[in-house]
Every structure is written in structure tokens, then in C-alpha cells.
């Protein structure tokens, strides 16, 4: 009787120490959980200002290249961003312009030509040409990538900053990129919030991308021809679908910065390559900025030590 006493209380011992290793791994577990929620809002805190290299690093490399891409990246670029055009034959591509004369060696709106006639293009020789200091053999005859292609290349550890441009004149443009991001592992509720981000000037296609997937962060990009001015109601507007605007540097004012912030979005301008632009623009407490120079940006951030 006396060891099936001690037998149980040592049952009873095993048991306890058991539950206090359960109970001590549980909030562990918990603090992980809460670490990961926190390091997907960071991205996109209003505390966390975003070097965002605009069409790659495009003031070393030709724009929406891989090879300015990867220069972005290698200068710490927080989002490689991405303008989208749309082939004949339904493919998306990454070039500026609808008209393909100025960043290749041919011409005529993207929508003519196939993905085919596309990758016949030289992408590279203009750069050289317009920028003899920055010239490299390397950038003579590269190509125009697809969206697939520069996922492949980057992965789903970088970052991405889309715009549709031109929606309206590619039918379906947003659907295919919405199932491009899919098939990519790039959206759902695995994904950090704001690894991808998607702008555009077009209204009807953000509210699309919305209407399709609300786990995507939108930014609603305005054209001034004089002065930035919005209103309440637009900033209440736009804060349904957006977390945020992206406009002109050159039209801003610390007042508009000020409306925009206390509205509770984000302000990402565009395109910003002089330091002395990013400081006063960091001063006025925008959320990021677009520059072709990314490494110039860091640089500015490092001296104002942010």
C-alpha cells in the first residue's frame, strides 16, 4: 500500500512538472505569434519610412529592367516597384509607357505587340545612349520582363510595389494580376501585410483589386497640375479602399502633408531625387518616397539618422 502511495504521488509529480512545461511553452508560443502580427504592420506602420526605387534603380540601370531591379536591391530599396502594361496576347510586362519608342529600339502602343514581338526588343541601348556616364556593355539588348519573370527572379522575399497603368485600356488587366500574385504565393493570410502594395491614378481599377482581395494594401495616386489641395470628404473617400496617396513631390505643401497624415493615411511621393527635396520632404513627415536613386535616399536617411 505504501509504494502505491508513493507510486501515485509520483504520477501526480511527473503530471505537474508536464502542465508547468505546457503552461511555460504556451505564452512563448503566444509572444511569437504576437512578434510575427507586429513585424507585418511594421512594413507598413506610419513610423516606418519606405525607400521605395522607383522603376528599379533607374538612375543607374534602364528602368523595369531585372538589371535595375537588382541594383535596387542592392542598394536596399524597400519595394521593387513594378508599372504594368498589357501585350496583344494578354501577358503582363513591366514598362512605363503604353507606347514602347521610348525605352526600346522600336515603336508602337504595347497592346500591338505580342509577348513574343516584345522580347525581341531591345530594352537596354536607349539608357547608354542618354546617359553615356552611367553606360555599361552590360545594358546593350536586355529585355523587357514579365511580371512572372521578375517574381521568379526576386521571389517571395522581396517586396512589391504594383501600378496598373492604363487599366482602362486592358480588359481584365487586374484579374490576371490578382491571379499572377496568387499562383506566386504573393497574396493571402500567410503573406506579411504590404509585401505587396498597388497603386494606381485609376480609381475603378483600385476598388477592382478591392473588390477581388481586401488583404491588399492600395495607394491612390493623384495628378495637380498647380498645388495639391483635397478635400475631407476625398480623404474620407479614398480611406474606404486606400491606406494611402501618392502624389507629386513638386505639387505638395506641409499643409497638404499635415491633412493627409491626420486622416490617418500614408503619403509615398513621387519622384524624388535631389537630397535636398528628401530632407524637407522627410521633415514635413511624408511616409516614403519614389527616387531613382535609392542608395541617395539611404544616404539621406543615415545623416538624419532615421
Known amino acids: 500500500m505504501k509504494k502505491l502511495k508513493i507510486f501515485i504521488v509520483l504520477i501526480i509529480f511527473i503530471l505537474s512538472g508536464c502542465n508547468k512545461a505546457t503552461m511555460k511553452q504556451t505564452p512563448a508560443e503566444g509572444n511569437n505569434e504576437k512578434d510575427d502580427n ?4 511594421s512594413l507598413l506602420s506610419p513610423d516606418n519610412f519606405l525607400n521605395i526605387a522607383h522603376r528599379g534603380a533607374s538612375g543607374h540601370a534602364p528602368e523595369h529592367t531585372l538589371e535595375s531591379y537588382e541594383t ?4 536596399t530599396g524597400d519595394y521593387i516597384e513594378i508599372d504594368l502594361q498589357m501585350t496583344k496576347d494578354g501577358k503582363l510586362i513591366a514598362m512605363h509607357d503604353d507606347d514602347v519608342s521610348r525605352t526600346t529600339n522600336s515603336k508602337g502602343q504595347v497592346k500591338d505587340f505580342t509577348l513574343e514581338e516584345i522580347k525581341a526588343l531591345d530594352a537596354g541601348t536607349w539608357f547608354n545612349e542618354v546617359n553615356p556616364d552611367m553606360a555599361k556593355p552590360v545594358f546593350s539588348n536586355i529585355k523587357v ?4 519573370e521578375i517574381i521568379d527572379r526576386f521571389g517571395a522575399d522581396a517586396n512589391y510595389y ?3 497603368k492604363t487599366p482602362e485600356e486592358y480588359p481584365g488587366m487586374v484579374k490576371e494580376l490578382i491571379s499572377t500574385l496568387d499562383n506566386h504565393g504573393l497574396i493571402g ?3 506579411s501585410t504590404g509585401a505587396v502594395i498597388i497603386q494606381s491614378f485609376s480609381q475603378k481599377s483600385l476598388k477592382e483589386v478591392h473588390d477581388l482581395d481586401t488583404s491588399i494594401p492600395l495607394i491612390q495616386l493623384i495628378s495637380y497640375r498647380d498645388t495639391a489641395e483635397i478635400s475631407s470628404n476625398e480623404l474620407r473617400d479614398i480611406k474606404t479602399y486606400a491606406v494611402g496617396i501618392g502624389v507629386s513631390f513638386k505639387a505638395l505643401t506641409k499643409e497638404y502633408v499635415n491633412k493627409v497624415r491626420d486622416a ?5 511621393p513621387y519622384t524624388v531625387n535631389e537630397k535636398e527635396d528628401m530632407k524637407r520632404l522627410i521633415d514635413w513627415d511624408v511616409t516614403g518616397m519614389f527616387t531613382n536613386y535609392p542608395d541617395r535616399l539611404n544616404d539621406v536617411l543615415d545623416e538624419m539618422d532615421m
Not at 38 to 41: I, N, R, S, T
Open 38 to 41: 507586429k513585424q507585418d504592420e
Open 72 to 75: 535596387g536591391q542592392e542598394m
Open 145 to 148: 520582363p514579365t511580371l512572372d
Open 162 to 164: 504594383i501600378e496598373t
Open 189 to 191: 493570410p500567410n503573406v
Open 264 to 268: 490617418g493615411l500614408l503619403l509615398h
